[in-house]
């Protein structure tokens, strides 16, 4: 494990250690979890703009020709 050294507005470090405290965890665990869901959020965006650039229309069409044409039982899952 790596040590990092940050610099914190007061503010900040204020906030972080009071919702620490909520929590019931150390300031250490929640900028763990903060920051990998962070990372979490930026990777799955990168991930979703390269897989994007491989789809195409034609085989979208394509694939809804296995889709049989009917309404939606529920409701809520119709178009308006």
Known sequence: MSA????LPESLHQ???DL???E???????ITQALA????ALQTESYLQARSQRGS???FEAA???IADSNPERE?????
């Open 4 to 7: 990092l050294n940050v610099r």
């Open 15 to 17: 906030a972080l250690r």
């Open 20 to 22: 620490a405290e909520e």
């Open 24 to 30: 019931g965890v150390s300031m250490n665990q929640l």
């Open 37 to 40: 869901e962070k990372i979490s």
């Open 57 to 59: 229309r034609q085989k």
């Open 64 to 66: 809804l020709q296995y």
């Open 76 to 80: 809520e899952d119709q178009l308006s």
